[in-house]
């Protein structure tokens, strides 16, 4: 097999890595992170105790969408050839609507079809982040956070896997690493906010305040993601 020049990856590079960023302002995730926080500072428990559970956590949602994203790929190269072309079209035609009720949530959040978890998911959520104290509990807690958004906001990722499934090898084994790392950064740097000393209700704040504006860039991104898969199953871009 011939080299691949980082040249030649450079697109499909920089889309992971966009997507990956986008995606990473998942209020979801980081709102149970904030909540799991907040449940291990009132009880008491060290600031020690409070970094080994959120990094567990962060591990268990990491571990997680990499297994599903495996999963899915395995599903996707399993596929005949003369197939994949009319699935590709069909998942991007999905993400573009996923897009759609992303942005129509800006505007009119509550009003018809959402991508939004339902209330039941969201208080199922907020009561087992507010319990969770032990570290296997907190992994569990991870892996169901996990479980219940990715059928509702992981659209970019789907995108991104259909993306790297068009030539998967170890190149693509190496952006599904990375594209995971960046998406739970965020709960990486929320934890790092907490030890250096930040108010909780301050992240608690911004996470509310701003939560709106996170739907919006998801939603142009995934229009954009979905046309551009669009044009990549029909031969017009190539990627390399």
Not at 74 to 97: D, K, M
Not at 166 to 171: L, T
């Amino acid at each position: 097999m011939e080299p691949v020049s980082v040249a030649t990856q450079l697109p499909t590079i920089i889309t992971v890595v966009t997507t990956a960023a986008i995606d990473a302002v998942n209020p979801c995730a980081i709102g149970v992170m904030i909540l799991m926080v907040s449940s291990v500072l009132v009880s008491g428990n060290s600031m020690k105790r409070l970094v080994a559970l959120g990094l567990t956590y962060t591990f268990a949602v990491f571990f997680a969408y990499l297994l599903a994203g495996f999963g899915l790929l395995f599903f996707l190269n399993s596929i005949p050839l003369y197939v994949t072309e009319y699935l590709s079209l069909a998942i991007a035609t999905l993400i573009i609507i996923a897009g759609i009720l992303e942005i129509k949530d800006f505007f009119w959040y509550g009003k018809g079809p959402s991508l939004a978890i339902p209330v039941y998911f969201s208080k199922k959520l907020s009561g087992a982040a507010s319990n969770s104290s032990t570290f296997g509990g907190v992994f569990l807690l991870g892996l169901f956070v996990s479980a219940i958004e990715l059928p509702c906001t992981g659209a970019p990722y789907l995108a991104i896997i259909t993306l790297i499934s068009q030539n998967f090898d170890i190149y693509g084994f190496l952006l599904l690493v990375l594209y995971n790392l960046i998406f739970v950064s965020p709960l990486l740097i929320i934890l790092a906010l907490v030890v250096s000393g930040v108010k909780l209700n301050s992240i608690k704040s911004w996470k509310n305040e701003n939560k709106g504006y996170m739907r919006l860039a998801i939603g142009m991104f995934l229009i954009a993601l979905g046309w551009l898969l669009i044009f990549i199953a029909s031969g017009i871009i190539n990627f390399g």
